[in-house]
Every structure is written in C-alpha cells, then in structure tokens.
T-cell receptor
Framework: GDSVTQMEGPVTLSEEAFLTINCTYTATGYPSLFWYVQYPGEGLQLLLKATKADDKGSNKGFEATYRKETTSFHLEKGSVQVSDSAVYFC?????????????FGAGTRLAVHP | DVKVTQSSRYLVKRTGEKVFLECVQDMDHENMFWYRQDPGLGLRLIYFSYDVKMKEKGDIPEGYSVSREKKERFSLILESASTNQTSMYLCASNGADRANEKLFFGSGTQLSVL
C-alpha cells in the first residue's frame, strides 16, 4: 500500500540556520503531497501542498517540490526562527476506493534555539 | 473561520469504562476521520466516515467503534477502555472531491486510561 517515510528527529538547529526535512513516498497513481505542522498543544494545520509532479508548494518561507523521479517531497527553509519549533508531518492523498484519505509519515520534531 | 471542534482537551478514564469522544465540524464536509497520534508512530487512521451512517475501518480499528448520525458530528467510542488506548486522538474532516482534499483538524483529545 501507499506509504510515507520521513527523516527521524529530533532536528535541533540554531536560529537562522538552513532547514531540510526529508520525505519520500510510495504510491500508485498520482497523489497530492502535503506538509502539515503541529505546534505545541495544537492540532495539525496545513503548511503547504503540491498536486502534481514538479509543482512547488510554499508558505511562511517553507518550500517543497514534488519530485516524481525520486518520489520525494523534501521540506526546506532558508532561515529558521524559534517560532518554527514544532512537529512536521509529510502526507500523501490516497484516493483508493474513491475516498480522500491522507496517509501520514511519523513526524519530525524540530527544535530551534536562539 | 472554519472549525473542527473536539469536545474534550483532556480526559482521564479507568480501565473497562466506555468512552465517547465527540467531534463536530462546521464546513459541511462529507468525510470525517479519527486518528490516534503516538510518539514515533505518527498518525494512524482508526475509522473514517464518508456519509451519514456510513463508515470504513482504517488501519487500527480494533477496540474502537464509531457513530455518524448527523453530517456534522462523528463520535469515536472505546467500548471497554484499556491502558494501551492511552493516546492523543485527533478528529479531521475534508470534502469528497479532489479540490477539497485538504484535511482540517481539531485540537485533539489527550486520553489517559488508568
């Protein structure tokens, strides 16, 4: 079945450092790809998405490009802030059976220090 | 502002109790989901519903049941709570078509079974 694999955390960075969180996927068909973020004590919220190959999703300085040839959707940010500390989840859409289900990776915790 | 509301933020129950977790969405979404979130395991789908009175098992349905009597409300039921059901439970909803595949999440219910 479809699946998502993302790098294990925690990832610890200093403020203004460059961030990469790796995400690869296995899927039949052409899923949409997502990054969700979970701040402490909150539910998940959509950070960015891409719906087809070579699309780039971006939001709040974060970017990810849908790479079909490498089945990847890595999250990047050029200069992280303390307020970016959160858990980040990569996900893909599974439309088997005609339903809009999302399959999530295990999550990567990011801690940014001043 | 669109909302998915979970009835309790924290819940403490005893082994063997019957537990109800309630979720309400105000976006007229067809699909509603219950996930559990555990450290290192990410989000795992318990059950989902694609219409009133309709339900499908997710990846880990054992020990759980669900009820959807109205479109806006989706309940998760633990028939006889056990300690291994201590977890964060997240409710989510989305639409039936690809244009509305984005999942909206509630804030979560942290359930402790003693």
């Amino acid at each position: 079945g479809d699946s998502v694999t993302q790098m294990e955390g925690p990832v610890t960075l200093s403020e203004e450092a460059f961030l990469t969180i790796n995400c690869t996927y296995t899927a039949t068909g052409y899923p949409s790809l997502f990054w969700y973020v979970q701040y402490p004590g909150e539910g998940l919220q959509l950070l960015l998405k891409a719906t087809k190959a070579d699309d780039k999703g971006s939001n709040k300085g974060f970017e990810a490009t849908y790479r079909k040839e490498t089945t990847s959707f890595h999250l990047e940010k050029g200069s992280v802030q303390v307020s970016d500390s959160a858990v980040y989840f990569c996900a893909l859409s599974d439309r088997s059976g005609g339903y809009n289900k999302l399959i999530f990776g295990a999550g990567t915790r990011l801690a940014v220090h001043p | 502002d669109v909302k998915v509301t979970q009835s309790s933020r924290y819940l403490v129950k005893r082994t063997g109790e019957k537990v109800f977790l309630e979720c309400v969405q105000d976006m007229d979404h067809e699909n509603m989901f219950w996930y559990r979130q555990d450290p290192g395991l990410g989000l795992r789908l318990i059950y989902f519903s694609y219409d009133v009175k309709m339900k499908e098992k997710g990846d880990i349905p054992e020990g759980y049941s669900v009820s959807r009597e109205k479109k806006e409300r989706f309940s998760l039921i633990l028939e006889s709570a056990s300690t291994n059901q201590t977890s964060m439970y997240l409710c989510a909803s989305n639409g039936a078509d690809r244009a509305n595949e984005k999942l909206f999440f509630g804030s979560g219910t942290q359930l402790s079974v003693l």
